[in-house]
T-cell receptor, first 116, second 112 residues
Framework: EAGVAQSPRYKIIEKRQSVAFWCNPISGHATLYWYQQILGQGPKLLIQFQNNGVVDDSQLPKDRFSAERLKGVDSTLKIQPAKLEDSAVYLC??????????????FGEGSRLTVL | AQSVTQLDSHVSVSEGTPVLLRCNYS??????LFWYVQHPNKGLQLLLKYTSAATLVKGINGFEAEFKKSETSFHLTKPSAHMSDAAEYFC??????????FGAGTILRVKS
């Protein structure tokens, strides 16, 4: 079974530039998550989709971050303009259906962003 | 609000000796608790989970954890460490809807 795919794996940009990350979840998974993991910290949820609807985006900095999940499959996370503090690993995860609350998420390998 | 505190940022053990990674949680509800593992350049993987059934939970690769409500703890143990156990381990709490709150992580180093 193919896992969660993310790209690019690494990205270096200057502050005030924009960047986009792409995620392809496991086939059939209804719920998709984007997490931000800053060095030395645990992952923090940015946004959670159920199919193509947003369930929780309370911790997404909406003035600069946006995310979409068109057709309830792939998702894109965009940052514009980037700040130095956005340097982190952006993790995408998926699960069968969050309403089952199994806690079992399947994570991709992450996209590491460095903002200079 | 839910939270978890991992009491050690780094743990170092010798191969073949026991492993203990400590976690305390705070939750207003009857929580679900998990341990996830992250090997270098790999995605996070679920190690084990507690969801109000047996208080002693067994996971993959010989790991287990015990839920102690009176101590609000969910420590991770393994009787004998293997070199392949070297990784970062995250204690996680959730109340509903797969909304996971991660601890800061414990890096486990295994010496030969």
């Amino acid at each position: 079974e193919a896992g969660v795919a993310q790209s690019p794996r690494y990205k270096i940009i200057e502050k005030r530039q924009s960047v986009a990350f792409w995620c392809n979840p496991i086939s059939g998974h209804a719920t998709l998550y984007w997490y931000q993991q800053i060095l030395g910290q645990g992952p923090k949820l940015l946004i959670q989709f159920q199919n193509n609807g947003v369930v929780d985006d309370s911790q997404l900095p909406k003035d600069r971050f946006s995310a979409e999940r068109l057709k309830g499959v792939d998702s894109t996370l965009k940052i514009q303009p980037a700040k130095l503090e956005d340097s982190a690993v952006y993790l995408c995860a998926s699960s069968l259906d969050a309403r089952a609350n199994t806690g079992e998420l399947f994570f991709g390998e992450g996209s590491r962003l460095t903002v200079l | 609000a839910q939270s978890v505190t991992q009491l050690d940022s780094h743990v170092s053990v010798s191969e073949g000796t026991p492993v203990l990674l400590r976690c305390n949680y705070s939750s207003s509800y009857s929580p679900s608790l998990f341990w996830y593992v992250q090997h270098p350049n790999k995605g996070l993987q679920l190690l084990l989970k507690y969801t109000s059934a047996a208080t002693l939970v067994k996971g993959i690769n010989g790991f287990e954890a015990e839920f102690k409500k009176s101590e609000t703890s969910f420590h991770l143990t393994k009787p004998s460490a293997h070199m392949s156990d070297a990784a970062e381990y995250f204690c996680v709490v959730s109340d509903w809807g797969n909304k996971l709150v991660f601890g800061a992580g414990t890096i486990l180093r295994v010496k030969s």
